[in-house]
């Protein structure tokens, strides 16, 4: 069966440089969610999008922004990296209009390091 | 202010033992509590899930009980092999089918041979 996919899988930045995540959803899915992984964490809800708009708000930093497109791909944009922005990012996905619990579904995430 | 509350932080299981891991809660208006398995370096993979209208769910070796007056949860493991090992995160959800996931803070879990 088909999962989701993450692009790219590692991104080594440095401090202040800008990084572009890339989440494809299952397909027919709908939803898209973005969570972060620090270190030994557990993962930190950052933002979610159905059908294209957003749908919830985490804790994610203003330097951070994100979009679902036609395709329900999303993209997360993070500008002005800080060393504290290394950790995992997790992408999921679920289908909000079937029948399921709607459960969410990741994706292998990108390993982003900022030096 | 952790709302998904989980133990132990770390077990250790003899190949064939039970593995029980903990969660609990403090907001009601959760509505649907998955567990999820996560190896090093890779996404949590959905094990199994539970709503508050069933007090245990089973799918192979793997049980979640849920005890709603108590707001807690649990996932059992049996007959626990090495290849469980891995760290282990209870979540939970409001009642919007598109709420985010809470977890809870983690369990590694090692089963020796």
């Known amino acids: 069966a088909a999962g989701v996919i993450q692009s790219p899988r590692h991104l080594i930045k440095e401090k202040r440089e800008t990084a572009t995540l890339k989440c494809y959803p299952i397909p027919r899915h709908d939803t898209v969610y973005w969570y972060q992984q620090g270190p030994g964490q557990d993962p930190q809800f950052l933002i979610s999008f159905y059908e294209k708009m957003q749908s919830d708000k985490g804790s994610i930093p203003d330097r951070f922004s994100a979009q679902q497109f036609s395709d329900y791909h999303s993209e997360l944009n993070m500008s002005s990296l800080e060393l504290g922005d290394s950790a995992l990012y997790f992408c999921?996905?679920?289908?909000?209009?079937?029948?399921?619990?709607?459960?969410?579904?990741f994706g292998p995430g990108t390993r982003l390091t900022v030096l | 202010q952790q709302q998904v509350k989980q133990s132990p932080q770390s077990l250790i299981v003899q190949k064939g033992g039970i593995s029980i891991i903990n969660c609990a809660y403090e907001n009601t208006a959760f509505d649907y509590f998955p567990w999820y398995q996560q190896f090093p370096g890779k996404g949590p993979a959905l094990l199994i899930a539970i709503r508050p209208d069933v007090s245990e769910k089973k799918e192979g070796r793997f049980t979640i009980s849920f005890n709603k007056s108590a707001k807690q949860f649990s996932l059992h493991i049996m007959d626990s092999q090495p290849g469980d090992s891995a760290t282990y995160f209870c979540?939970?959800?409001?009642?919007?089918?598109?709420?985010?996931?809470?977890f809870g803070t983690g369990t590694r879990l090692q089963v020796f041979p």
């Open positions: 979540a939970a959800r409001g009642l919007r089918r598109a709420d985010k996931l809470i």
């Open positions: 999921a996905s679920s289908l909000l209009g079937g029948d399921s619990y709607n459960e969410q579904f």
